[in-house]
């Protein structure tokens, strides 16, 4: 089966570094996605990790450990527009697997 | 066009009427998904096709759905006898990639968000 969890609300302010956590047990799995997904829009590609480690993107970053079933998103520098809900996303091919959203509200 | 379209945004209907969803992904991409996402959750998997071949329907929550790609670009989905509990934004998504999400990228439209009464 497959099962992805991840918190489902996290406040920070503006400037500061937020790590979204996300655990997963999947059969097939064939790397992770995190998406941004603002209020009303369609979600967007943000990361993909298929190997073990941290990949480093401007000011989002994103780790994967496959032996633990665990990856995060960190965001550095937080911004008010980084507001949005963020989906952890994983599976075999042609199915993706969706979290909940873990929705991140900045303040100022 | 530049992105993954979809149409219409939004549509109310009465509870057991019929409705169609239309999804005109990017050109050239292989795979195209649909997706259920009901308010305050992630996407749930509704159905794969790669190219006109529909592979993997499993996530059509009754055969009161139904979707369709005949030429292996533009897709339907197909909603017969609505009920309150199909309200939700249905999604579609493209991937150039024929692995279907397993390595490629997939794009989203802005979702169509049905309404049930």
């Known amino acids: 089966g497959q099962n992805i969890d991840q918190p489902t609300e996290m406040t920070a302010t503006e400037g500061a570094i937020v790590q979204i956590n996300c655990t997963y047990q999947?059969?097939?799995?064939?790397?992770l996605f995190w998406y941004q997904q603002h209020a009303g829009e369609a979600p967007t590609f943000l990361s993909y990790n298929v190997l073990d480690g941290l990949e480093e993107k401007g000011r989002f970053s994103s780790f994967l450990s496959r032996s633990k079933g665990y990856s995060y998103l960190l965001l550095k520098e937080l911004q008010m527009k980084d507001s949005a809900s963020y989906l952890c996303?994983?599976?075999?091919?042609?199915?993706?697997?969706f979290g909940t959203g873990t929705r991140l509200l900045v303040s100022p | 066009g530049a992105g993954v379209s979809q149409s219409p945004r939004y549509k109310v209907a009465k509870r057991g009427q019929d409705v169609a969803l239309r999804c005109d992904p990017i050109?050239?991409?292989?795979?195209l998904f649909w997706y259920q996402q009901a308010l305050g959750q992630g996407p749930e998997f509704l159905t794969y096709?790669?190219?006109?071949?529909?592979?993997?329907k499993s996530g059509l929550p009754s055969d009161r759905f139904f979707a369709e790609r005949p030429e292996g670009s533009v897709s339907t989905l197909k909603i017969q006898r609505t009920q309150q509990e199909d309200s939700a934004v249905y999604l579609c998504?493209?991937?150039?990639?024929?692995?279907?999400?397993?390595?490629?990228?997939?794009?989203f439209g802005e979702g169509s968000r049905l309404t049930v009464l």
């Open positions: 996303a994983g599976g075999g091919f042609q199915k993706l697997v």
């Open positions: 998504a493209s991937s150039l990639d024929e692995t279907g999400g397993g390595g490629g990228e997939l794009f």
């Open positions: 999947t059969s097939g799995f064939n790397g």
């Open positions: 050109s050239g991409h292989v795979s």
């Open positions: 096709f790669q190219n006109e071949a529909q592979l993997d």
